[in-house]
């Protein structure tokens, strides 16, 4: 089991270097540091000290990968490539625009994010299976028709609509709960519950579906039949093996995206004013704060490395078939 | 009026990607095995129906993508000038709705602004009230007591229209019926009004009769009031709503057109020659798609929007460059999205190049090109071909969220997700600005699931694995079932 989990960790390396390259082609070479001085200084007046003391402040005044002038290993490390892609192997983000630290800023705001994120997707997974569970049981029957037409209704719904809709009939009209804001400790629920609601209603129509095909696959094999011919209870069948058997694409969907929870949602965090990252980010996408941009696409990317391999993990997990070598 | 035609580049990629559609339909009807297919979808009712809003939808998106620019009165010394500004056929055609703006918000069907006012009356004195709009109503005296009689004029003047044009749609289509299969009218509308018919005519007419009975009484009303009302600068929303369809079916299509040959082509060559090959492309599409997706998209759009702001002089009009954005978005969507439908051809490949008439193939001496090219690319056309009809609800969906974002399409671009932006601002207002957003929403929620329910006809019709599912389903339930 160790030797396979270092394994996939080793496969994983080489994508991680790609990423890498990815955000610093994106970043530094399609735009040139001063492209992008000129476009956050304005682009008719502006004076060549001025971008040359932006790319100072940010450390972008550097040759991108060589450095002639420099000495011995300066060469290679006071370059733009090294100082700011390199770095990001060890959590070293650099700084906001307004020079906070990002990685500080990073782990202090993943705790609202989990907060939301977390429910969000253990709730919606058990409503979704259930449902799905519940179609399947009454397969080609008036409620597995509707099911499935107010699953296709609700998925052609737009998620900013659940969540205007949302907090325009619970926060406003009923005023059961703060509109948006966000605090800590025990008041955290008041804030939390209807952006969980909201989550969990938008996500129904488009898992519900994708879970009913799934036990739909299952449910027309032979070990389906066999078990039925036993003479167990159609609930048996559906709990005891339809649904045991149904793990492995149910775990390919689900365990990748358990990393990723932890970036949080940037639609829902910026209705919802939750201080996230997901709000983190649509903030520095707004500002254009390219370095807290470059910062969380690498993030995102580890954490969902992290899922695969995880996935990877839980096959052996539940499918005895997938051997570890 | 002379004009001077625009053609922008989204135009131009649309009425291609129109024209390939087109001369596909002709490839189709000469192969049976493919027009089995298009037979299973066209019997559905709900494809059917789907299929006809879907038609008014791109009706709507084509004239508005036929572009001019309208010559200026007054050209100097036999020289034309053409207006700055680029108008679509679309736009002369509801120039009323355009042209009639009002100074800021009123609410649908009303005749007057949505604030009040300080108005100065014949007497001298100041008074606070709701002034009457420019446009909305104005051609009635006493708006409160005279509303009720016009718009029941309007929607009985409509709802006739539409019953003349869905009475002509429905008799020309049961005469071409009629003398096509050799049989009298009559006999053609009993078939259709029983359902009768190998294509689903009774779910298109009767989907073709609720569009008529909306539209025509709205169009009767748009005349002389704002059906949606008005947004903060004035503007009818309903020619929004109307001018949004483009953005939306842009960026549903165009999209697939620029994932396709990147996940065909490469999709193809990882399964048939596997090797390094194999090992390479699957490194390229892991690390494309361990980069979250919104993520990526909005880095890439950042980026493209500092090479369109440092070169101001690539464009000659401003909606050479909002169409420039979108074009690019479009790129940028499909450069981060062609992942998942590369992997499915990549395995599809791997089962195909065994087969027995691939092996044949390769004995005969047939080259490498000609056989991923003739033997396995028509093999795969189903797969691909479920995939751009499922992918183009999903897109027009994540423009909506993109724009709000701040990654989307350029403000000034008329689309959904602009005008869902530009509208949440004004929901803390007291009392609230619903219309923008509603309209939004509903136009959006029907182009979506019209394409959600077309997709699953398709789907359903193409797809192997489907069969397999739906045929238990219509089989006598097995006995103990609850």
Sequence with gaps: MFAYVVRRVLYAIPIVIGVNL?????????????????????????????????????????????DGQAEG???????????????MFVFDFGREDNGRDIANEISTRMVPSLAIALPTFILSLLVTISFALLLVLFRATYLDFWGVVLCVAMMSVSSLFYI??????????????????????????????????????????????????????????????????????????????????????????????????????LITESFFGIPGLGSYTIDAINSQDFAVVRAMVFIGSVLYIIGLILTDISYTLVDPRVRLQ | MPI???????????????????????????????????????????????????????????LDSIHFRAELGGSKGGEHRYAVEVTSLFDVMVSGLRARTEKTYSAPLS?????????????????????????????????????????AGRVLRGSALALVLWLAVGGFLAAALARRHGVTASEVWRDIWRGDTSVAWRAMLVSAGLLLAVACPVSMLAEAWHVFGTDKVGQDVLYQ???????????????????????????????????????????????????????LIAASVLMMQVVIDTHPDWFATSAERADARLLALCLILGVTSWTGLCRLLRGETLKLRELDYVLAARAFGVSQARIMARHILPNLMHIVLISV????????????????????????TISFGTMINSARMELSREPMVWWSLLAAFVFMFLLVLSANLFADAVRDAFDPRMQSLVRPRRAPRPAGAA
């Design chain 1, 22 to 66: 990815i955000t610093f082609a994106l970043f530094f070479v399609v735009n040139t540091p001063d492209d992008m001085a000129r476009m956050q200084l304005g682009i008719k007046r502006v004076t060549p000290e001025a971008i040359h003391k932006w790319k100072a402040e940010r450390g972008y005044d550097k040759p991108l990968f060589y």
């Design chain 1, 73 to 87: 290993r300066d060469k290679f490390t006071n370059t733009i490539f090294f100082t700011k892609s390199i770095r």
């Design chain 1, 164 to 265: 205007i809709g949302g907090q325009f009939l619970v926060a406003k009209l009923w005023n059961l709960v703060p509109i948006s804001g966000y605090a800590n400790g025990l008041d955290a629920p008041r804030f939390l519950i209807l952006p969980v609601v909201v989550g969990i209603i938008g996500g129904i129509g488009a898992g519900t579906r994708w879970y009913r095909t799934i036990f739909l696959e299952e449910i027309n094999r032979d070990y389906v039949r066999t078990a039925r011919a036993k003479g167990l209870s159609e609930l048996r069948v559906m709990f005891g093996h339809v649904l045991k058997n149904a793990m492995i694409p149910i775990l390919t969907g689900v365990v990748v995206v358990i990393p990723t929870l932890f970036l949080g949602s």
């Design chain 2, 4 to 62: 001077l035609p625009v053609v922008l580049w989204t135009d131009l990629l649309l009425f291609a990607l129109i024209g390939v559609a087109i001369a596909a339909a002709f490839y189709v009807r000469g192969q049976p095995h493919l027009l089995a297919g298009w037979r299973g979808v066209a019997a559905g009712g709900a494809a059917m129906s789907a299929l006809t809003v879907l038609t008014a939808f791109v009706a709507v998106g084509v």
């Design chain 2, 111 to 151: 005749a007057q602004l949505f604030s009040r006012e300080s108005v100065e009356r014949a007497d001298g004195t100041q008074s606070r009230e709701f002034p009457r709009l420019r446009h909305g109503g104005a051609h009635l005296k006493d708006p409160q007591s005279e509303a009720g009689a016009d718009f």
């Design chain 2, 241 to 295: 709503t109307l001018k949004s369809i483009r953005t939306a079916l842009v960026i549903g299509t165009l999209t697939t057109l620029v994932t396709l040959p990147i996940a065909v082509g490469l999709g193809i060559l990882a399964g048939y020659f596997g090797g390094w090959v194999d090992d390479v492309i699957q490194y390229i599409y892991t690390t494309l798609n361990s980069i979250p997706g919104v993520l």
């Design chain 2, 389 to 412: 009809v499922m992918d183009f609800s999903g897109l027009v969906l994540a423009e909506a969220v993109l724009s709000y974002v701040g990654v989307g399409v350029d403000p000034s």
